[in-house]
C-alpha cells in the first residue's frame, strides 16, 4: 500500500509559476511509475507527465516545455514544477503511484490560473 499526500496548489497568475509536491509513505525507489494527473472542471482526469524507475519521462503536448516532473528520493517525494501557467491549466492535480500494477491516488490538489 502506498498513501501520497500532494501539496502546493493555490490561486496564480497566469504567466506564473507553481510547484506542487507528492510525498509517498514509502521509498519511491520501489514505486514503478509516478505520475501527474489533473481534471479541469467539467473534463476528464487525463495524465500530464509521469517518471518511471529508470528516469524516463512523458509530458502531454499541452504542458511540454512549461512542466517538469522531478524527484528527491531522500525526501520520498515527487514534484512538478509549473511554468508559464495558463487558465486552461487550473484543475485539481492528483498524484498517483503505480506499483506492480496497482494504482494509488492520491487526494489532489487544487490550481487556480486567474487573474
Known amino acids: 500500500q502506498v498513501q501520497l499526500v500532494e501539496s502546493g496548489g493555490g490561486l496564480v497568475q497566469p504567466g506564473g509559476s507553481l510547484r506542487l509536491s507528492c510525498a509517498a509513505s514509502?521509498?519511491?525507489?520501489?514505486?514503478?511509475?509516478m505520475a501527474w494527473y489533473r481534471q479541469a472542471p467539467g473534463k476528464e482526469r487525463e495524465l500530464v507527465a509521469y517518471?518511471?524507475?529508470?528516469?524516463?519521462?512523458f509530458y502531454t503536448d499541452s504542458v511540454k516545455g512549461r512542466f517538469t516532473i522531478s524527484r528527491d528520493n531522500a525526501k520520498n517525494t515527487v514534484y512538478l514544477q509549473m511554468s508559464s501557467l495558463k487558465s486552461e491549466d487550473t484543475a485539481v492535480y492528483y498524484c498517483k503511484a503505480v506499483n506492480r500494477g496497482m494504482g494509488y491516488w492520491g487526494k489532489g490538489t487544487l490550481v487556480t490560473v486567474s487573474s
Open positions: 517518471m518511471t524507475q529508470t528516469s524516463n519521462t
Open positions: 514509502g521509498s519511491i525507489l520501489d514505486i514503478n511509475t
